[in-house]
T-cell receptor
Framework: DAEITQSPRHKITETGRQVTLACHQT?????MFWYRQDLGHGLRLIHY???????NKGEVSDGYSVSRSNTEDLPLTLESAASSQTSVYFC??????????????FGPGTRLTVL | AQSVTQLDSQVPVFEEAPVELRCNYS??????LFWYVQYPNQGLQLLLK??????LVKGINGFEAEFNKSQTSFHLRKPSVHISDTAEYFC????????????FGGGTRLMVKP
């Protein structure tokens, strides 16, 4: 069965370190997204991609970067981790039809703690 | 830019009682509307979505939602809840022809008590 996976599921790191969170989907979807989930804020979009070599900034992109070198993967990098980036991170993918009608499929999440 | 407001952060309800989770949105253009559910320690999954046509949309697990354009609302309802419905529910919008970006509300935690 097709799926979307994230690794690691839990990560503890120190302030200032570079961290990369992996996201891998086997749906062959064009679109991929990264969100962070914080209490009271719901999910907020960090970065998104509509295809290979395409990346775009979302609402809360400062301090994060992504690259899309193939269809299956969209790794999220925290260049220099800060305590404010302690959160639960979700990756999602969608087929890529036009007009915003797609269902997004979510991974299980990565809980990141920055000390 | 669009925004989504979920008026209740927590909704406690007894098992077999009806429930309504409220969602209001603001947008200057036409939107598509979604409800997602997040069970404890899991990712989100789609409950239902409104794209066009009938304003009453039926989803999985007995949930339904009604789109009200004049009130810019998309409230989620279930006539009789089960313990297994305990979860966080998120309303989201996507603007027409603006890609597939979703804007989420803050979420409503539904707590079903025996």
């Amino acid at each position: 069965d097709a799926e979307i996976t994230q690794s690691p599921r839990h990560k503890i790191t120190e302030t200032g370190r570079q961290v990369t969170l992996a996201c891998h989907q086997t749906w062959n979807h064009n679109n991929m997204f990264w969100y962070r989930q914080d209490l009271g804020h719901g999910l907020r979009l960090i970065h998104y991609s509509y295809g290979v070599h395409d990346t775009n900034k979302g609402e809360v992109s400062d301090g994060y970067s992504v690259s899309r070198s193939n269809t299956e993967d969209l790794p999220l990098t925290l260049e220099s981790a800060a305590s404010s980036q302690t959160s639960v991170y979700f990756c999602a993918s969608s087929e890529g039809r036009r007009g915003g009608t797609d269902t997004q499929y979510f991974g299980p999440g990565t809980r990141l703690t920055v000390l | 830019a669009q925004s989504v407001t979920q008026l209740d952060s927590q909704v406690p309800v007894f098992e077999e009682a009806p429930v309504e989770l409220r969602c209001n949105y603001s947008s200057s253009v036409s939107v598509y509307l979604f409800w997602y559910v997040q069970y404890p320690n899991q990712g989100l999954q789609l409950l239902l979505k409104y794209l066009s046509g009938s304003t009453l949309v039926k989803g999985i697990n007995g949930f339904e939602a009604e789109f009200n354009k004049s009130q810019t609302s998309f409230h989620l309802r279930k006539p009789s809840v089960h313990i297994s419905d305990t979860a966080e529910y998120f309303c989201a919008v996507s603007e027409y022809d603006a890609g597939n970006m979703l804007t989420f509300g803050g979420g409503t935690r539904l707590m079903v008590k025996p």
